[in-house]
């Protein structure tokens, strides 16, 4: 039992130690599906600026609309409201202990993000992270600029495949 309190009590020292020194923070979160394309800028927006006055912002990710794994339920004033879509996002931002409490009180408060997760990481993982997601985004873009298919009659494939024959 005093071991353990004397390694309670230790980690706090560390924690208070820290407390001015900034650390490198991920925030990933969920965005209500329902919201308009501007409204989901808006509390993105939102969350950016009040890292960005708290601290540094290190990398970002952009809202984008996913399916979920699972259905999400929440209770709200309405009644009870299913997620089983959202708006992803994420930011790695750099500040102290103060900021970061700041930060999850701001998340915590913004009824349009009904989840969210903030983890510790490094500067270096964030912004690898923020090229996968760049390249990827370039990749799916490419995908979608392909030209699409033609229908094409039974017919149609019965000539092609005589000429061909021929």
């Known amino acids: 039992m005093v071991k353990k309190q004397k390694e309670e009590t230790a980690k706090d020292a560390v924690v208070e130690e820290g407390r001015n020194e900034p650390h490198v923070y991920e925030l990933g979160f969920h965005i209500d ?3 308009s394309q501007d409204d989901v800028k808006t509390v993105y927006q939102t969350m950016k600026e009040t890292i ?5 912002v290190v990398a970002t990710g952009k809202p984008e609309k996913i399916a979920l794994a699972y259905t999400i339920s929440r209770m709200e004033h309405t009644g009870r409201h ?3 879509s959202a708006f992803f996002s994420w930011i790695a931002y750099e500040t102290t ?3 970061h409490k700041k930060v999850l009180e701001n998340a915590e408060s913004e009824q349009r993000i009904f989840r969210f997760i903030d983890i510790l990481t490094t500067k270096e993982s964030a912004e690898h992270t923020a090229e996968e997601y760049e390249m990827r985004t370039k990749v ?7 030209p699409k298919e033609e229908n094409v009659s039974e017919e149609q494939l019965d000539v092609a495949l005589k000429e061909v024959a021929v």
């Open 52 to 56: 960005a006055s708290v601290g540094t």
């Open 82 to 84: 299913d997620f089983s």
């Open 97 to 99: 202990a103060e900021g």
């Open 33 to 35: 599906p329902d919201l």
């Open 140 to 146: 799916l873009d490419k995908s979608s600029d392909k």
